[in-house]
Structures are given as structure tokens and as C-alpha cells.
């Protein structure tokens, strides 16, 4: 009859038992009152079972668990294929913007290289005492500081024998420029390397990393060119407006000056930023970093950093190599995601908006820098010797590419 086992010695899971007096299992005999309702009894192991007593067929149970079944293991499926897609999806970011760094043997430097390096301290250290110290903040907000260092800029040039051409527009009622010099190209003249760098501060600041220890360097790197013949079209262009207020608007200098290039159907195969590039401290824990890049890099602000977007990553490539041949000072490179915070913070962004591969080349300021965007930013708080080194490395590289 239903529910009643032979009064024999049975197994249960492998569990050995014997009957009640009622001729049941005691895990199956019901509480007086309580039949046909789930309850436990302790086993002779020590475990708990649970049943259901008085079931009208035994294919119930095995049904109550198929179903368990076919809900939980979708589950565990989908889970687990989100564990292994979210594993794959961080391998692929890392070995695709991360690790991406040339695995290049470092030269030992001669004694020519060093003279370079050594001449280039002083040249660069003249010229951000220059815009920091004798003009001082320069931005739309105080129009003859922002003249004064167009005009420093302008006069260098045509020291240095270029003709200097001028893009002017207006913000705010000041006439704002973009200053340009070039080397034509030899044998691809349609082909233009262009080397960028603001020379406007933040108001009130006096900029003497951000941004004339760019404008020094690019001025230097323009000189070590102007005796020089390229395969390429090498453009050096001083650019206006970065800063705030205007950072990523219709008056920002960049964008102006990038749009007009792209009018004009100009192929700029590799513009690259300079943009805040003369602190360095081998101390650890003096670099920091946006989420969650500081799980990669190193905690010391003592490299230069090669930063671009996914589509920028092969020219963040060569230029790292080519640096990396020629220079022994530390470098680091990443090619992410634009929304990352601080990839996009300079003129490249203007260029990436006009469809050109873009490079920054930086010290990273504001993860680096105390002094970022105050007004003790200034001249004594640079790093020449390391400053020279970078410049020099800088050069090298444009040598290579150009």
C-alpha cells in the first residue's frame, strides 16, 4: 500500500536504516496531525533530510527537482559567462591599451649627446623664465601678457630664419593667433608632421610648467630643425587658447586651427601634443593616477608618458620606439579610452575631433604636479636637467619619423 516499505533493513543515500514500529521510515512518518507536510529527522549520520510525506507518486520528487534544476543552471550559465566575458574583456584592455609599451634595448649616450643635452638646459630654462617670470599670466583675460608671448614666440621664429604665418580670430573682442613655421617635405611634402604646444596659462597662473616648458621645448626643437631637410612636411605650431574657459569649445585655439586643416584637406599624418612636460621626482608615491590606470604604471613621477586614444595606438607606438632608441630617460604609454579622465586635456583632443591621429606627450600634470593651474607654478619648481633629456629624446624621435 501507498507510503508503507517492506519491514526490512533498507538504504536510503547509502545511509543504512530501520523501520519504525509503524513499519515506515522515521524521516517519512508524519507528526501526529501533520501528515502530508514536510518535516526532518536527524539520520543516523547526523544530517538532516527533508521529504514529503504521502506524495500520490513517487515521480513528483524527481519533477520538484527537475525544475530546481532547469531554473538554477541557466543561471550558473549565464554567470559564468559573464565572469569569463568580464575576464576576457580586462585582458583585452590591458595587452590592448595598457602593455603596450616597445620593448626596445636603451642606448648608451655620447659625449655629443650629452653636449646637446647640456646646451639645451640652459636654452630651455631661458625660455620659461622668459613667458613665466617676465610676462607672466597671459591668457584673453590680460590681452598684452597674451600679445607679449605671441610675440616672443613670433620673434624667435624669425631669428631662427622661418617665415612665420599667423592665424587670427577673435574672442571676447581680442584678437586672438595661431602661430605656424614649417620645413616643406623632400620626398612627401603631402605628408605633415605637426608638433603643438599652447603657449595661453590659466588665469592668474604664470605657467612655467603648464604650458612653457612645452613653448620652450618646442621652440628649442624648431631650432635644432630649421638647418635641417625632411621628408616630410615638419610643422611647429603655437597655439592659443587652451585653457579654460575655452577648453573644448568653437574658441578653443586648437580646434579653430584643426578644423581649417581639415578644410582644407590637409593630411596630417601625426600631431603631437606637448603639454606640461618639465616635473620629474624619482621619489615613489609622488605619481597618481585616474581610475584604475594606477594598478599598471609605476609610483614614481620620474617618466614621460606617450598617451593617445584606441585609434591613436599605432602612432603611440612608433614615437615610443623611435624615443626609446635614442633616449635613455624612463617613458611610459597608453592608448585609452577617450572618457578616461585626463586622456583628452590638451590640443590632441582638437585633432581626434577633426578625424587626425594625435599624440600627448606629458609629465602628467595634475596627477604629478602640485603647483597645476596655481600661482606658484613657476619657474623654479621645473626639473631642467630632466626637461633637457625629454627635449632631447623628443628630437630624436621627429628625426626618425620625419
Known amino acids: 500500500m501507498t507510503g508503507v516499505l517492506p519491514a526490512s533493513p533498507v538504504r536510503k543515500g547509502?545511509?543504512?536504516?530501520?523501520?519504525?514500529?509503524?513499519?515506515?521510515?522515521?524521516?517519512?512518518?508524519?507528526?501526529?496531525?501533520?501528515?502530508?507536510?514536510?518535516?526532518?529527522?536527524?539520520?543516523?549520520?547526523?544530517?538532516?533530510?527533508?521529504?514529503?510525506?504521502?506524495?500520490?507518486?513517487?515521480?513528483?520528487?524527481?519533477?520538484?527537482?527537475?525544475?530546481?534544476?532547469?531554473?538554477?543552471?541557466?543561471?550558473?550559465?549565464?554567470?559564468?559567462?559573464?565572469?569569463?566575458?568580464?575576464?576576457?574583456?580586462?585582458?583585452?584592455?590591458?595587452?590592448?591599451?595598457?602593455d603596450i609599451r616597445p620593448d626596445e634595448d636603451r642606448p648608451r649616450l655620447d659625449a655629443n649627446a650629452y653636449g646637446m643635452i647640456d646646451e639645451l638646459q640652459g636654452r630651455l630654462k631661458r625660455h620659461v623664465e622668459t613667458l613665466a617670470d617676465e610676462i607672466g599670466p597671459r591668457d584673453v583675460f590680460v590681452p598684452d601678457k597674451l600679445n607679449a608671448a605671441a610675440d616672443y614666440i613670433r620673434g624667435f621664429w624669425e631669428q631662427t630664419g622661418y617665415q612665420v604665418g599667423s592665424q587670427t580670430y577673435e574672442v571676447q573682442g581680442v584678437a586672438c593667433r595661431n602661430l605656424a613655421v614649417e620645413i616643406q617635405g623632400t620626398s612627401?611634402?603631402?605628408?605633415?608632421?605637426?608638433?603643438?604646444?599652447?603657449?595661453?596659462?590659466?588665469?592668474?597662473?604664470?605657467?612655467?610648467?603648464?604650458?612653457?616648458?612645452?613653448?620652450?621645448?618646442?621652440?628649442?626643437?624648431?631650432?635644432?630643425?630649421?638647418?635641417?631637410?625632411t621628408r616630410k612636411t615638419t610643422r611647429f605650431v603655437a597655439f592659443v587658447n587652451e585653457e579654460p574657459p575655452f577648453f573644448k569649445t568653437r574658441s578653443m585655439g586648437s580646434l579653430v586651427y584643426a578644423r581649417q586643416c581639415r578644410k582644407r584637406e590637409e593630411n596630417i599624418v601625426a600631431m603631437i601634443c606637448l603639454e606640461t612636460i618639465g616635473y620629474y621626482r624619482d621619489k615613489p608615491n609622488t605619481q597618481k593616477y585616474p581610475v584604475p590606470l594606477s594598478f599598471f604604471y609605476p609610483d614614481k613621477g620620474n617618466f614621460v608618458a606617450v598617451v593617445?586614444?584606441?585609434?591613436?595606438?599605432?602612432?603611440?607606438?612608433?614615437?615610443?620606439?623611435?624615443?626609446?632608441?635614442?633616449?635613455?630617460?624612463?617613458?611610459?604609454?597608453?592608448?585609452?579610452?577617450?572618457f578616461i579622465t585626463g586622456i583628452d586635456w590638451s590640443d590632441h583632443?582638437?585633432?581626434?575631433?577633426?578625424?587626425?591621429?594625435?599624440?600627448?606627450?606629458?609629465?602628467?600634470?595634475?596627477?604629478?604636479?602640485?603647483?597645476?593651474?596655481?600661482?606658484?607654478?613657476?619657474?623654479?619648481?621645473?626639473?631642467?636637467?630632466?626637461?633637457?633629456?625629454v627635449t632631447y629624446g623628443i628630437f630624436k624621435a621627429l628625426e626618425k619619423m620625419t
Open 188 to 229: 612627401k611634402p603631402d605628408e605633415v608632421i605637426l608638433i603643438g604646444a599652447h603657449y595661453d596659462t590659466v588665469s592668474g597662473s604664470p605657467g612655467a610648467n603648464d604650458n612653457g616648458s612645452a613653448v620652450a621645448a618646442l621652440l628649442e626643437l624648431s631650432r635644432l630643425f630649421s638647418k635641417k631637410s
Open 308 to 338: 593617445g586614444n584606441l585609434k591613436s595606438k599605432p602612432l603611440v607606438q612608433s614615437f615610443a620606439r623611435s624615443f626609446m632608441e635614442a633616449s635613455d630617460f624612463p617613458i611610459e604609454c597608453a592608448a585609452l579610452f577617450g
Open 14 to 98: 547509502g545511509v543504512k536504516g530501520s523501520l519504525s514500529k509503524n513499519g515506515h521510515l522515521p524521516f517519512l512518518e508524519a507528526p501526529p496531525g501533520r501528515a502530508g507536510r514536510l518535516h526532518k529527522a536527524p539520520s543516523t549520520t547526523g544530517l538532516h533530510c527533508f521529504e514529503q510525506c504521502f506524495l500520490p507518486n513517487s515521480r513528483t520528487v524527481g519533477l520538484t527537482v527537475c525544475m530546481h534544476s532547469v531554473l538554477l543552471y541557466p543561471r550558473v550559465i549565464v554567470y559564468a559567462f559573464l565572469l569569463i566575458l568580464l575576464a576576457g574583456s580586462c585582458i583585452w584592455a590591458y595587452k590592448a591599451m595598457i
Open 349 to 389: 583632443w582638437s585633432f581626434w575631433k577633426a578625424g587626425y591621429p594625435a599624440i600627448m606627450l606629458t609629465d602628467t600634470a595634475l596627477f604629478r604636479y602640485p603647483y597645476y593651474h596655481s600661482v606658484q607654478d613657476t619657474p623654479d619648481k621645473l626639473n631642467y636637467p630632466a626637461l633637457s633629456r
